[in-house]
């Protein structure tokens, strides 16, 4: 499980003494605690390395938007901070479909749904996302899904 692999990599960083990447392992456990804690109260919790997978994509387009912001507002050690961080983060994520994957795979759930114009985005969307949800950039994808629609 993906909890587990975290915790072990964690002492191993520890271990080791790299402290830039025990600093990251530990804000990734705190985040999910963080949603553990959020879940207490929930009736419909969803599966582990669900929940996992979940909280590392947004923790990883915060560090994206984050790096795009300290490099535009000229702080690059604080980008170069966030970029070492997101590779930490990169490593527990599946791997994330291509373009060509992608598009591919709109096209698919366009033929599957019988999609035809821009009123059928949100259930092209919504069967991207409950299809391909933890392998894509939902936000690159909505950007193709219009474009295959219009």
Known sequence: MLREKIQSETVTAMKA????????LRLIGAKIKDRDIELRTSDKKPEDDELVTDVLMKMAKQRRES???YE?????ELADKEKSELAV???FLPRQMSEEETRAAIEQIKADTDAEGMKDMGKV????????????????ASGWVKESLS
């Open 17 to 24: 003494k790299d402290k830039e990447r025990t600093a990251a």
């Open 67 to 69: 790096i795009q912001m």
């Open 72 to 76: 535009d507002g000229g702080r690059q």
């Open 89 to 91: 983060i990169e490593e």
């Open 125 to 140: 969307m919504g069967e991207l996302k409950a299809r391909h949800g933890a392998t894509l950039d939902m936000s690159k």
